[in-house]
């Protein structure tokens, strides 16, 4: 999980079905609404970069490549990178709603799954289970499935707000505390999510998460707001494995002493 971010996994079971034209849809749409928007694709045939300057520096043995110009830039790194926290990572990707074209077999987010006919669709129900987030029909066949709504290209008004409701939700209630304090400003923790989503906060702005104060032999240790964020995450998800926890958390003490052994 990438917390601060909403990601989405855009796939089908073959070429040809329209993902990049639908992320291009997605994007123009949120663009003009004000989100801050990422995309990352699987290119399987490897970066059409051979026999440009670029792709002659990295056979050279650069393990990175940067390429600049006036109005874009670009950065090639050597090695392999398999999991998606490892991407947005090493990339520096700061969007907070990421769109990503393939990488189907990649599990622990939404996907968002192009089909042609009936059997791709429960292909997809089956393969994916409570991870087939949306369905786009793309095919000529009319499709209904009763345990969800079957989408067409035509209905990218709808798709495009319930991906923005469920990005609101996720961040809301798994990387904010969600108990509405109004200590942000905000009136509730989905408002503060929006403003996350439009690039006007970042999740380390939750005064909740980053009233972390650590003190070591009584010396307070300065603490900037990701190794907070990261104490907050981890006491929250060790507190929710235990018994006797209450279901409203207020406020948490935790002393740790180690104790001077004989000399």
């Known amino acids: 999980m990438v917390y601060g971010k909403a990601i989405y996994h855009i796939v089908s079971f073959g070429k040809g079905y329209g993902k990049t034209a639908l992320i291009e849809a997605l994007t123009k749409r949120l663009r003009l609404m004000g989100y801050k928007v990422a995309v990352i694709k699987h290119a399987h045939r490897g970066i059409d970069v051979k026999d440009k300057d670029s792709y002659r520096i990295i056979e050279a043995g650069a393990n990175t490549v940067i390429a600049i110009s006036e109005s874009l830039q670009a950065m090639f790194k050597r090695g392999t990178l398999n999991l998606i926290e490892d991407i947005i990572s090493s990339l520096n990707v700061k969007e907070p709603l990421i769109l990503i074209e393939g990488f189907k077999n990649y599990r622990g987010y939404p996907k968002i799954v192009l089909v042609r006919n009936k059997s791709e669709l429960m292909e997809a129900k089956s393969s994916f289970g409570k991870e087939c987030f949306l369905i786009v029909n793309v095919g000529k066949e009319h499709l209904e499935n009763s345990e969800c709504k079957v989408y067409t290209f035509s209905d990218i008004g709808e798709i495009l707000e319930k991906i923005l409701s469920n990005a609101r939700e996720k ?23 929006e403003a996350v989503l439009r690039g006007e906060k970042s999740i380390l702005n939750c005064p909740v998460v980053s009233e972390i104060e650590l003190k070591v032999n009584g010396i307070k240790i300065p603490l900037s707001p990701y190794p907070k964020l990261v104490i907050y995450e981890v006491l929250k998800g060790l507190l929710k494995s ?21 000399k």
Do not use: H
């Not at 109004?182 to 509730?188: A, Q, S």
């Open 171 to 193: 961040i809301a209630e798994k990387d904010l505390p969600g108990i509405n304090c109004k200590f942000c400003g905000y009136p509730t923790c989905i408002d503060f999510a």
């Open 242 to 262: 235990l018994k006797g926890v209450p279901k409203e958390i207020e406020s948490l003490e935790l002393r740790i002493s180690y104790g001077k052994g004989e």
